[in-house]
């Protein structure tokens, strides 16, 4: 005997039986509208799925004419049930038929009915389909009714998210859900990587629906809630947040939602109408994340994402955060999916697991993204909405190269990156033979092909790409990827660890360089600046605050005992400050050398050259330091006016032109003039094109991601590069070149048969 009425409570018992037991899926969904209608007491109860092509179809029904399921079709904002998923909000009529949506279908037989209540059904925000039920009386359902209805649609969600579902469609059709999406976005780091969806955040986890005992459930609510109050709390009262304007508002946000009488009261609401605490927190947030996805107000939903945040806290509280599990857990293919994410978090993750990184929001120069290019994954980003189309374990590609991701992707999309990773392994086949030949010219010319490092991570990396040393090690990621300032020790270990990996090659260290964009979360410049890459960074902040310099100096001293140490300075502006810089140094080695601590064997000082102040003292420049080093990427945005980071302009102007080319010859003439080794490490040193300009103008060493070594190695040794000096000597000296000298360097390389 069916029971007639009976609450939420019952209903969801009626479910959790329903869900326990091994019956077909179109069977399940036959008594699960029936139970719906029978709680009730509607005389039908219908459910709609989206599929793929925006089509809303009828999957179940009690009441209207069984004939019509899989038959009865409606568009997305068509009709009432079109409406209810394309605005993801429910209906609640008492004479549907005067609604100005209503539209009639013949096949279905529903002109008797006249209430209606529809709710969307949603998961993580998207709908999926859409609940109904109606009755001939003209009545309006209560409040309790609808939470039901909601919470009944929870449990279709996650039959339609678990592929229950998937066999009841028709061949060709595929249902929203499962179709598959492409986004473009900005590439991040190159490469390409087919793998499975791994969702940063936990939210999916949470597949125990159903509760044993309410009261219970809610105790663990309860603790959980003031436990989260008491950490947004305790990190509030932390002295180091305490001084930060922008943080302490978006923990001030948290707390306020954590306090959210609101939030609370629907979260024990759903709750004593059966769920989990877990599932409870997911609908409510389901429901919430529904409403604001039409919002468009950028307050009200980057509020959202504060709320999201929270709520995800809370899961992680309720459900004990293991992040061992995720781990062993995680496919062998990882590609994970994120809306933002720290850079420490990324190397939560075991590294020969992770297959790619795409991210909602991030920029190229986000501490996430240098610490993906770091470790060498493609990163796609700026991909509106990946999030809440993925699924963990959906089969997906990030296409680093054009900043592409395709989840779900066709079998003919598949194959032709599968096929794209083969001709790259074969590629990078070819590199690996290059390896152990050394780095010399078609003609016979010797070019040091140096890496840039920054981070313990990219150690392994000098031997498997060949690279004759580090020719820049940022000692910045390591304050970066930091949650407070590296101790002294701290330093020093990174350091020694650089220095032994490198087995007696030459490591360049440059002292830290934040500011401008490269922002310390716990060390904030107080002053606003208009233009932060003008602005007080690198050199001049650390020789306005010598306690930063000093430790650092004196922790790569002591790392450097006995061995040699190469230092750097960047963003010099004037002499001025190689010398300031220099004095500090001193006191240091003095310092040291009176406690009779073991120094460097041998200690160079070079600077980087990026402002192009240093243009107009070269001489000078040069017989001040040991070495220089051109920093390209500050170098060509001073040069030209034009923000690095700016990706409207990231395509305007052009490196490889006459302008541009000029600066760096004069640059590598004067080194040599002066007797001064010279380099260039900024990203020009990395694609075979620019590399084969930088030594057409006479680099003869140069310093780039590992990952570029092969290919640049592979134009190298076909190049001649007396002729190919001749051959910009002769087009950078004319006044009206007649092409561009990018276009030019192709037909050179073309020629000669050189790989770019
Ligand atoms: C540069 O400016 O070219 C450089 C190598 O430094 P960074 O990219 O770290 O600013
Ligand atoms: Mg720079």
Request: one cysteine or more; proline letters at 5%; glycine letters at 8%.
């Amino acid at each position: 005997m069916r029971e007639m009425g009976g609450g939420p409570r019952v209903l969801l018992r009626r479910l959790r039986e329903l869900m326990a037991e091994a019956l077909e899926p179109q069977t399940r969904l036959d008594r699960i509208v029936r139970e719906i209608a029978a709680n009730m007491v509607a005389e039908v109860c219908s459910l709609y799925v989206l599929r793929a092509d925006s089509v809303l179809e009828l999957y179940a029904t009690e009441g209207l004419n069984p004939g019509s399921v899989h038959q009865a079709q409606l568009r997305l904002g068509q009709g009432l049930v079109g409406t209810i998923a394309a605005s993801a909000r429910s209906l609640n009529l008492s004479e549907a038929q005067k609604h100005p949506a209503f539209a009639y279908l013949p096949e279905v037989g529903e002109e008797a009915y006249n209430s209606f209540l529809g709710v969307p059904v949603l998961r993580a925000g998207r709908t999926l389909g859409v609940l109904v039920v109606q009755n001939r009386t003209k009545r309006v359902y209560r409040e309790d009714e609808l939470e039901a209805m909601e919470t009944t649609a929870m449990v279709i969600a996650e039959m339609i998210a678990t592929g229950d579902l998937s066999r009841l469609t028709r061949p060709g059709l595929e249902l929203d859900l499962t179709k598959p999406v492409s986004f473009n976005g900005l590439s991040f780091n190159e490469g390409i990587g087919l793998g499975h969806v791994v969702l940063h955040e936990p939210r999916i986890v949470v597949t125990n629906l159903f509760n044993e005992d309410s009261d219970q459930e809610i105790r663990r609510l309860e603790t959980s809630l003031s436990s989260l109050r008491l950490s947004i709390d305790d990190m509030l009262s932390r002295r180091d947040v305490a001084a930060e304007g922008e943080h302490r508002a978006v923990l001030e946000a948290y707390r306020m939602f954590a306090n959210d009488q609101g939030w609370g009261r629907r979260l024990e609401e759903a709750v004593r109408n059966g769920l989990t605490a877990e599932a409870a927190v997911e609908k409510v947030q389901s429901d919430m994340r529904a409403r604001m996805l039409h919002m468009t107000d950028p307050y009200l939903r980057e509020r959202m994402s504060d709320f999201d945040d929270l709520a995800n806290r809370l899961l992680r509280q309720l459900m004990g955060r293991a992040p061992d599990d995720v781990a062993a857990a995680l496919p062998r293919d990882a590609i994970v999916v994120a809306r933002s994410m720290g850079a420490a978090e990324l190397l939560d993750y075991p590294r020969e697991k992770l297959r790619g990184l795409v991210l909602e929001d991030g920029a190229v120069t986000s501490h996430v993204v240098i610490v993906a290019r770091a470790i060498g994954i493609p990163v796609a980003g700026q991909m509106k909405g990946a999030v809440s189309m993925a699924e963990n374990g959906d089969a997906i590609i990030v296409d680093g190269e054009e900043g592409i991701v395709h989840l779900r992707p066709q079998p003919d999309v598949e194959a032709a990156y599968t096929e794209k990773v083969r001709f790259r392994a074969r590629r990078q086949e070819v590199y690996r033979e290059l390896r152990s030949r050394p780095s010399v010219s078609k003609d016979g010319i010797k070019i040091d092909l140096l890496m840039n490092a920054g981070l313990a991570v990219d150690l392994p990396q000098l031997s498997d790409s060949g690279a004759e040393g580090i020719g820049l090690f940022r000692t910045e990621l390591q304050f970066m990827v930091a949650a407070t300032f590296p101790r002294a020790e701290q330093q020093e270990r990174l350091y020694r660890d650089v220095i032994d990996a490198a087995r007696g090659r030459p490591v360049t260290f440059r002292t830290i360089d934040i500011g401008g964009d490269k922002v310390l979360p716990y060390f904030k410049n107080s002053a606003h600046e208009e233009n932060p890459a003008l602005g007080w960074r690198a050199i001049r902040l650390t020789l306005d605050r010598p306690g930063l310099l000093r430790t650092q100096v004196r922790a790569l001293l002591r790392a450097a005992g006995g061995r040699e140490l190469r230092l750097m300075l960047p963003m010099v502006t004037e002499l001025g400050e190689i010398t300031q810089a220099r004095e500090i140094i001193d006191k240091e080695v003095r310092h040291l050398s009176r406690f009779g601590h073991d120094l460097p064997t041998i200690l160079k000082m070079g600077v980087m050259l990026e402002v192009p102040s240093l243009l107009f003292q070269l001489d000078e420049l040069m017989a001040a330091v040991d070495f220089v080093s051109v920093g390209s990427n500050d170098l060509f945005q001073f040069v030209m006016a034009t923000d690095r980071g700016n990706t409207q302009l990231s395509n305007r102007f052009d490196p490889l032109s006459v302008p541009f080319l000029r600066v760096l010859k004069m640059i590598a003439d004067a080194g040599e003039r002066c007797g001064t080794p010279v380099t260039l490490c900024g990203e020009l040193a990395g694609k075979p094109i620019s590399a084969l300009a930088l030594m057409g103008v006479g680099f003869q060493s140069i310093s780039m991601s590992p990952a570029s070594i092969g290919p640049v190695k592979a134009m190298l040794v076909e190049t001649p590069i007396n002729e190919l000096k001749m051959f910009m000597e002769d087009n950078l000296a004319g006044t009206s070149a007649q092409l561009p000298m990018r276009a030019l360097l192709h037909a050179f390389a073309g020629d000669h048969g050189i790989p770019v």
